[in-house]
């Protein structure tokens, strides 16, 4: 319960790096970042009960794993180079306060997630068209994606912020930090192009009917060709 | 009564969460009565009186119970939660107040049907008297949110969010909780065998076949 009064709090934007007191608890908030993802995931395998061949439970446990382990291996394999140049070219912010960052924005982002899922298991169990419900959830995906942008960028104005040496947090320069937060910017580009590579790696997701049951696929296109390709499908193109 | 009537006085209270969900059940239910009344009376069409009487008021339910989750995060996130409880009361009084426009208009729809025995001419009467509901459900919830807006503009955006969503939920729904009239050719059922699809795509479907396309989306 910690966990979701923390998360609570984080959505609420309440969750200030500056303010004395307010610590960014890291452990609580991942986990309710994990239950949160894996419940999204939940509700995208819910495709799966109406395979034509009976239902296959299977797709919603992958789903439990995968949307999880997206976001965590999409942050494992930005952050360290996300690190480095921050170090090189600035802010220099401290590592513990770059976990806290990206951790905070993720709670925004499967928070969000997760409030979609009811409406995207909906659609999922009423509907049999697998192009229609693919681009269903890339749109749920992006959308939660702004909020943890925005989020994100909430978090480095606050961080920003000129403030009396008393509460100083974080070494930082707030002269020139509007500018070096480029590479943060610059980050959140890379996550979401590496985010949605990584969403291809670890498909199925959702499960083509037309096709076996799969923990994963073979190497094979990028997310960005799917994704057209699925566009082109509900167009009648494909 | 009185709390009934007061779901559509927004200005003067609002609706609570008990008399909103009794306007949609008595309301949604009388109008999803009249509905199916379509094929009369006779044999076993009176079930689908029953069947429509209960589905009108789950279409309200279900959609607001699928899009609210979204609808509070969403709240949250952008800094409004303080008045959560406010905007809750505004979605909710505009659930109650389409099921009490439907009531008021079941009327109507019940005189139809006695003059016009056309079964696509009442589907789409029926389109029409939803769609009057729905507008002056959207003109109530404005009310319901005109102090929220005026004290914080960010109010707007969440509440078109709201109208957007819920839109693109309950077209899907009532889609799949078909048939509401009942077609008097076809026996009475709650849901209708193979209905379960999708909206969009058949709408899709259908303007695609217009303009001389011969791809179907039934995948």
Known sequence: MQAFRELDRVLRGEARFGDLGVVIPLGPLLRVNVLL?????????????????GPEWRQMVAGAVKVPALFLLTLLVTFPSLYVFNTLLGPRLQLGVFLRLGVTALSVLTAVLSAFGPI?????????????????????FALAGVFGLGCLRNLLVELARPRAADEDFVVLEPAKSGRKFGVIYAWMFVFALVGGQMSWLLRPFIGSPDLPFAWLRPRDGSFFEGVLHAAKLLLGAG | MRALDAILRPTAGGARLGPAVVAVVLGGGGYGAVMGSFGGLAGDRGLQIVFSAVKVPLLLLLTTGLALPSFFVLNTVLGLRRDWPTALRAVLGAQGAVAIVLAALAPYTAVWYASSGNYHRATTVNGGMFLIAAVAAQWVLRQYYAPLVAADRRHRAVMRGWLILYAFVAIQLGWVLRPFIGDPALPPTFFRAGAWGNAYVVVADIVWKAFGGTVTWSR
């Open chain 1, 37 to 53: 993802a894996a419940t999204y995931g939940v509700c995208m395998g819910v495709y799966g009960l109406l395979w034509p061949d």
């Open chain 1, 120 to 140: 995207t298991a909906f659609f999922s169990v009423t509907t049999a068209n697998y192009a229609f419900v693919v681009l269903l959830n890339v749109a749920v």
